[in-house]
């Protein structure tokens, strides 16, 4: 859920600036209506080696992602989506009032954040804090084209509907993919 | 052949088995490593009393297997037979893309099933495709199946809590797609434990009326001491299973996680319970993500189609689908059940228009499509792509017609119109009208289509031009409603050539609703056709009623005459609707220009430099821009044919190849349309292809390119090439991972947001009068 408050903030309410209140509330509405949130997470083994990192025997580039993950031993893998109908919501609004599309898809940035922050949360409570940031495929020398690898090792596109396009996009496209590393 | 009226016990989940068994990778790679351990577990699902296993081919494709496909599949189909199971059947699973935008196409998608088939030569009893999610890569599934084999059909989709499936798709559509396809049994499989899907069989057998299967999974998966357990056991799953076939389901398994045991005690328990299923009646059509009965009276959208509507047939000329769409949206919100869709206009592809038009309705509205054409090659395609089961309007008492478009509407399942018309004209008689509607009837019969799916448009005429026509089309409509037949009527040309034909229409519209007309195609905005049931709702008092009669009616009422503040104040405040009347209210005594220039245009310029100084930002500049387009859209409505042609700056603009963010480009689009640029938007995810031709048929014309990731960058480099190997223009490059210096490398104009596209175009059309088109 997103308070019409936590929207102002993201978008920077400390700014001069004037807002069509009406529209604001209803992108709020209709944002909290077609959101569907869903996640998967997968704690995997980690194995780091100079330029890239083994999650469970599956290897993803990235020298960054490796000095990131330096001293874990395994990594709480996740995915984190506000559905497809959050998509649609946005494609119908935007034939109605560009403003109106464009505030919801600033709706759907500031959820799948908070979706992502809470999800984060649960894995440092489980793992007393021993976490590292949290870090997601593109990320520096990582490639975007390892997504759908990413994807498929934690069982997102069957568990909740996450693909990639031929252009190595998630869809839908409110979706989050990240790594924590977890140390002893 | 399989009866699927029969009860069956299906096996239960392949990949359990194989972690239990210590197998992990790629299991229809097991087909060819190790045969021997795929057959141990089809023989212990035939063990535990599975009348059918399915062949170990779910995640078999080229996409996973390359060459190695057709090995894979034979393997899967001998080790299958060697179980000595009653039956098998070719388990197809989703080949792991996005099928449509952004992924692979419905035909790609529908070769790689045809290539499955084909390879495993009708050679099991049926087809079972399941975990479905998407309805367009079921269809192509099942497409595939029925055009490359004899063998019966069924498909399953992955339903979650919701009662729908993670792309959206309700239980209902799903099954009056398949069923409009003739699949020979359908269901669920996968996504819940048995307890959940008792819901999801309740919906599925109160809309199928072919047999149901339910296949769930055993409870929700959890790892325990590193292995993966489902918290499901085989008593508590045969109990609910006992339960749901009490229901009605007669075909029953088991998907993730369920084990021979859960089989071998779902088919001892439910033995002795007999699934009595209900079928389901009733003609219904659906988009995917809604069903719309047509037994009884139903309103369809008339305003997609061209016929005497300039500013369609210019919208379409011009591949300005935004504003046609936006038509269909507008028709939903005032109670449209269907939308009718007609691009017939000349000079276009009207195939290529259709098929562009129901992809974006599709994602646009949720209502259900009418193909209004008499092309069969139109028609043909219409059906073949669209997601959910349409109207056909429609054929014609000639032979021609009903042999050429019949079969197609049987062979997609679709409902039909036919018109009282044929080789001779239209009758001016009732006898000679029903005759045709006899003879239409009668032939769509012969083709296996039910004469409740044919719906007969008894057809309006103008009755200025022949008094006592709208009586003799009254006079058909009563008498096909007494015969049971399904009537449709186009109400609105009745009042042709007369002064308030709303007034007539309105009139002529509930004389036709008391002789029982089924399907009234009309401009649903019309208070006097749309507005009734509203204020019936509103004085039974019921919930929101007033709101929404006062929604559906207000913007029908006079123009508010009172001034709402200065118009340049509106429009920089982003206030549409105010802006809207305020620019009605100033046409009163100034010239549509005037208005534009005095008000219009300085508020645009000031809103852009309040952006530009960091006043205001994006949303407030979006705001301001719709607020402009609403009063330009008043000026437009006053200038009527009278538009000064004043010299033509053209913007041709997309979303590269392989991307599907539009926001930033649908920006550009709004605010540089506003300058008064002729902005043609290709759209997103454009084949590299299509903007060149578009280039050439625009030009002179600037192309301006958007990309949000960086692989999609890569995508403009290549159009630009593309584009500059033929035509000397400049090309705007935008989005969040570009660079000036980028852009400047691959040959591109670097933009940093819409304000600054317009600056640059501005000064690009300044210093260079050649590109300016003259009128």
Not at chain 1, 77 to 103: H, P, Q, V, W
Not at chain 2, 664 to 678: D, E, H, L, R, W
Request: some cysteine; overall charge negative; proline content about 3%.
């Amino acid at each position: 859920m997103i308070s019409k408050n936590a929207l102002l903030l993201f978008m920077g309410n400390e700014r001069p600036v004037f807002y069509n209140d009406e529209t604001l509330s209803k992108a709020v509405a209709l944002a909290n209506a077609c959101a569907a949130e869903r996640s998967v997470v997968k704690l995997a083994d980690v194995e780091t080696v100079p330029d890239g990192v083994y999650f469970n025997g599956e290897f993803f580039k990235g020298s960054k992602l490796s000095a990131h993950l330096d001293g874990c031993k395994r990594a709480a893998l996740f995915c984190a989506t506000l559905g497809d109908e959050f998509d649609r919501e946005i494609e119908r609004s935007k034939y109605e009032s560009l403003e109106l599309a464009y505030l919801i898809d600033y709706a759907g940035l500031v959820m799948i954040e908070q979706l992502c922050d809470e999800i984060n949360c649960e894995i440092a409570k489980e793992y007393k804090g021993k976490i590292t940031a949290r870090y997601s495929i593109g990320f520096d020398d990582t490639s975007i084209k390892d997504q759908q690898k990413f994807l498929d090792l934690i069982s997102a596109t069957k568990k909740i509907g996450v693909m990639t396009t031929k252009g190595d996009m998630m869809c839908p496209t409110k979706s989050v993919t990240a790594i924590v590393g977890i140390y002893d | 052949m399989i009866d699927f009226n029969q009860d069956l016990i299906l096996d239960g989940g392949m990949g359990s088995s194989l972690l239990e068994r210590g197998y992990i990778g790629l299991p229809e790679k097991l087909n060819l490593t190790s045969p021997e351990v795929i057959e141990d577990i089809h023989i212990s699902y035939v063990k535990s009393g599975a009348d059918v296993v399915y062949t170990n081919t779910f995640g078999a494709n080229r996409f996973k297997y390359g060459d190695e496909l057709d090995k894979i599949i034979s393997a899967a189909i001998s080790i299958a037979k060697r179980s000595g199971a009653r039956y098998t059947a070719l388990d197809i699973g989703p080949l792991g893309k996005i099928v449509g935008e952004g992924g692979i196409s419905f035909d790609e998608a529908y070769d790689e099933f045809k290539r499955i088939i084909l390879s495993a030569g009708d050679k099991t009893d049926y087809i079972a495709i399941e975990t479905m999610t998407s309805l367009t890569e079921a269809r192509a599934a099942v497409l595939a199946a029925k055009e490359n084999s004899t063998l019966p059909v069924c498909v399953t989709m992955s339903f979650e809590k919701n009662l729908r499936t993670f792309f959206g798709v309700d239980i209902h559509s799903f099954v009056l797609t398949m069923e409009a396809m003739g699949v020979n049994a359908l269901g669920a499989n996968c996504s819940v434990g048995p307890v959940q899907m008792e819901e999801i069989a309740k919906k599925l057998l109160e809309c199928a009326s072919v047999p149901v299967v339910i296949k769930p999974n055993a409870g929700m998966p959890s790892v325990k001491n590193g292995k993966t357990v489902y918290d499901v056991d085989e008593k508590s799953f045969a109990e609910n299973m006992a339960k749901i076939k009490g229901m009605g389901a007669n075909i029953l398994g088991g998907c993730c996680g369920t084990t021979p045991a859960h089989i071998a005690l779902t088919a001892e328990r439910t033995k002795a319970i007999e699934a009595k299923h209900e079928k389901a009646k009733g003609v219904w059509v659906c988009s995917a993500y809604k069903a719309v009965s047509i037994d009884g009276h139903t309103v369809v959208g008339e305003r997609i189609n061209p016929t005497g509507k300039k500013k369609v047939q210019a919208a379409l000329r011009a591949d300005d689908y935004d504003f046609l769409v936006s038509e269909g949206i507008k028709q939903e919100k005032q109670n449209a059940a269907v939308l009718d869709v007609n691009v017939g206009v000349s000079g276009i592809d009207e195939t290529k228009a259709m098929l562009e038009m129901i992809k974006r309705l599709s994602k646009a509205t949720t209502l259900p499509l009418q193909i209004d054409s008499s092309k069969p090659e139109v028609i043909e395609k219409a059906l073949r792509y669209y997601d959910g089961v349409a109207i056909v309007n429609s054929v014609n008492g000639s032979n021609n017609s009903l042999c050429s478009i019949l079969p197609l509407v049987k062979k997609y399942g679709a409902a039909v119109i036919g018109l009282t018309m044929d080789e001779n004209g239209i009758p001016d008689t009732v006898e000679g009208r029903l005759k045709i509607a006899d003879k239409i009837i009668k032939t769509a019969e012969n083709f296996g289509i039910d004469r409740s799916k044919v719906i007969i448009d008894a057809l309006t005429m103008a009755e200025s031009s022949a008094p006592g026509t709208a009586l003799v089309t009254l006079g058909t409509v009563e008498a096909l409603t007494k015969a049971g037949i399904k009537t449709a009527l186009g109400v609105s040309n009745v009042s042709f050539g007369m002064p308030s034909r709303e007034i007539i229409n309105a009139s002529f519209y509930d004389m036709a609703k008391s002789k029982g007309l089924t399907l009234a195609i009309i401009n649903p905005a019309m208070s006097m056709l749309s507005g009734s049931d509203d204020a019936v709702n509103f004085l039974l008092a019921k919930p929101d009623s007033a709101g929404i009669y006062i929604e559906n009616t207000t913007p029908l009422s006079m123009p508010v005459s009172e001034s709402k503040g200065d118009l340049a104040d509106l429009i920089v405040t982003g206030q549409a609707d105010s802006a809207r009347e305020e620019t009605a209210v100033l046409l009163n005594s100034l010239k549509p220009m005037e208005v534009a220039e005095k008000y219009v245009m300085p508020a645009l310029n000031e809103i852009g430099k309040l952006y530009e100084d960091g006043k205001v930002f994006l949303p407030q500049l979006i705001a301001s821009s719709d607020a402009a387009k609403a009063a330009f859209e008043v000026i437009e409505e006053a200038l009527g044919d009278k538009k000064e042609e004043g010299g033509v700056k053209t913007f041709v603009i997309a979303t590269v190849k392989g991307d599907i963010h539009d926001i930033g480009k649908n920006i550009v689009k709004a605010i540089t349309s506003n300058y008064g640029y002729k902005v043609i938007d290709l759209g997103r995810d454009v084949d590299y292809q299509t903007v060149v031709e578009a280039v050439k048929r625009n030009y002179p014309c600037v192309l301006g390119l958007s990309a949000l990731m960086t692989t999609t960058a890569e995508n403009m480099a290549t159009q630009i090439k593309l584009v500059k190997e033929k035509f000397d223009i400049p090309v705007f490059c935008g989005g969040a991972v570009l660079t000036p210096e980028y852009a400047e490398q691959i040959g591109g104009i670097y933009c940093k947001d819409a304000q600054d596209t317009v600056m640059k175009l501005s000064d690009f059309f300044a210093r260079n009068p050649a590109f300016v088109k003259q009128a």
